[in-house]
């Protein structure tokens, strides 16, 4: 059983920038992994970026490419999301989420994943 716990979530302006952290505790937690998704209000979440257990793949939605950059630390069971250059449309509860046997093909779907946190919210404000 893998838990994960979202921070950093906070009000920041246009343009500007801020460092999601997501801490995990579990078993072979090195073993998942991980995305970042987003939801607004009801609607549908929405896949923001992942990357491959030993960390050397990452990927990303079209809207962040460029902008947004994830990271993982399995030493001590982190990961991260670098968000610059932020829009109004960033605007969002971005969920940490981790799981085992997530491939190219279904990493976009939030069905692939097993554990979820509980969610940070980033508001972007001009």
């Known amino acids: 059983q893998i838990q994960l716990a979202e921070s950093g979530g906070r009000l920041v302006h246009t343009g500007g920038s801020l460092r999601l952290s997501c801490a995990a505790s579990?078993?072979?937690?090195?073993?998942?992994?991980v995305a970042w998704f987003r939801q607004v209000g009801g609607k549908e979440h929405e896949f923001v970026a992942s990357?491959?257990?030993?960390?050397?793949?990452?990927y990303y939605s079209d809207s962040v490419q460029g902008r947004f950059a994830i990271s993982r630390d399995n030493a001590n069971n982190m990961v991260f999301l670098q968000m610059d250059s932020l829009r109004h449309e960033d605007t969002a509860v971005y969920y940490c989420?981790?799981?085992?046997?997530?491939?190219?093909?279904?990493?976009?779907?939030?069905?692939?994943?097993?554990?979820w946190g509980q969610g940070t919210q980033v508001t972007v404000s001009s």
């Open positions: 579990g078993p072979d937690f090195w073993r998942h992994s």
């Open positions: 989420t981790a799981s085992r046997g997530v491939t190219i093909a279904t990493m976009r779907a939030p069905s692939s994943f097993e554990y």
């Open positions: 990357i491959s257990t030993g960390g050397g793949s990452t």
